[in-house]
């Protein structure tokens, strides 16, 4: 199974789109997670050598614009997409293009596939098990599994039990740290999560390596790499964007 990190930001981070994740794994259809927040998702997937409209299956993490915002640019394109997500965010990303185009009819194919918040599904030969997670609208954090190995995104997310039910065992657990220790107070008003905070729920959880995305405009990513390492106590990676990474 391979990750290409699209985006790896959270909104006015400096040099980083917002949160998307391209994976594929041998023997399986692609699988887009998050959209880069807009149109930026066709130049990140095209930028990456990946042609757009290759992409059919898109599982989205929760409503926001940041993380479903790309979904309009994908079906602007006439992409019939398999779109995944709860009943909540699946509705807002109606609500999303009936506002913006009122006028454009889905292309023919796309499919919007209502996945529980916590549950099992099958996504092009990708087992996926959704994990619900505490943010300020509802949010499924999400594990991928292919070949015998496990790929785990938190999404956006305080510090939870679920955010540790998602790492647990996993290979790579990619998880949302929005700044170091010192914004630890803005960051959970966000409800989100710090580096150190997300190092705990890997080593809580068990996982092989972390991840750590969705950093903010003041994040210090070498302030941010110490504490997290300092909590897991195992690898820990800060990728760019267009960065890939094979498990």
């Known amino acids: 199974m391979e990750v290409t990190f699209l985006g790896t930001g959270a909104p006015w981070a400096?040099?980083?789109?917002?949160?998307?994740?391209?994976?594929?794994?041998?023997?399986?259809?692609?699988?887009l997670i998050d959209t880069c927040g807009g149109f930026a998702v066709v130049e990140q997937l095209r930028r990456a050598g990946i042609d757009p409209r290759t992409v059919r299956n898109v599982f989205i993490t929760h409503r926001h614009h940041d993380h479903a915002g790309g979904v309009p640019a994908l079906l602007l394109g006439?992409?019939?997409l398999q779109l995944h997500g709860t009943a909540h965010t699946l509705a807002a990303i109606r609500d999303l293009m009936?506002?913006?185009?009122?006028?454009?009819a889905d292309p023919a194919g796309t499919a919007f596939v209502e996945v529980p918040a916590r549950g099992m599904c099958e996504i092009g030969g990708l087992a996926l098990e959704t994990v619900p997670v505490e943010h300020r609208v509802?949010?499924?954090?999400?594990?991928?599994?292919?070949?015998?190995?496990?790929?785990?995104?938190?999404?956006?997310?305080?510090?939870?039990?679920?955010?540790?039910?998602?790492?647990?065992g996993a290979d790579l657990f990619i998880c949302d740290?929005?700044?170091?220790?010192?914004?630890?107070?803005?960051?959970?008003?966000l409800m989100h999560a710090t580096a150190a905070e997300a190092g705990e729920a890997a080593r809580a959880g068990e996982a092989g390596q972390l991840a750590l995305v969705h950093l903010g405009a003041r994040a210090e990513p070498a302030v941010m790499l110490?504490?997290?390492?300092?909590?897991?106590?195992?690898?820990?990676?800060?990728?760019?964007?267009?960065?890939?990474?094979?498990?």
């Open 78 to 80: 006439g992409l019939p």
């Open 138 to 168: 509802e949010t499924a954090a999400v594990r991928v599994r292919a070949g015998g190995r496990t790929l785990a995104f938190g999404a956006d997310s305080l510090p939870c039990e679920g955010l540790v039910t998602c790492a647990r």
């Open 177 to 189: 740290a929005i700044w170091q220790h010192e914004g630890a107070e803005r960051a959970h008003q």
């Open 14 to 31: 400096v040099g980083r789109q917002t949160l998307g994740l391209f994976i594929t794994a041998p023997g399986c259809e692609p699988l």
């Open 226 to 247: 110490a504490e997290a390492e300092g909590a897991f106590g195992g690898p820990v990676r800060i990728p760019d964007d267009l960065e890939r990474l094979a498990m």
């Open 98 to 104: 009936r506002s913006g185009f009122p006028e454009w």
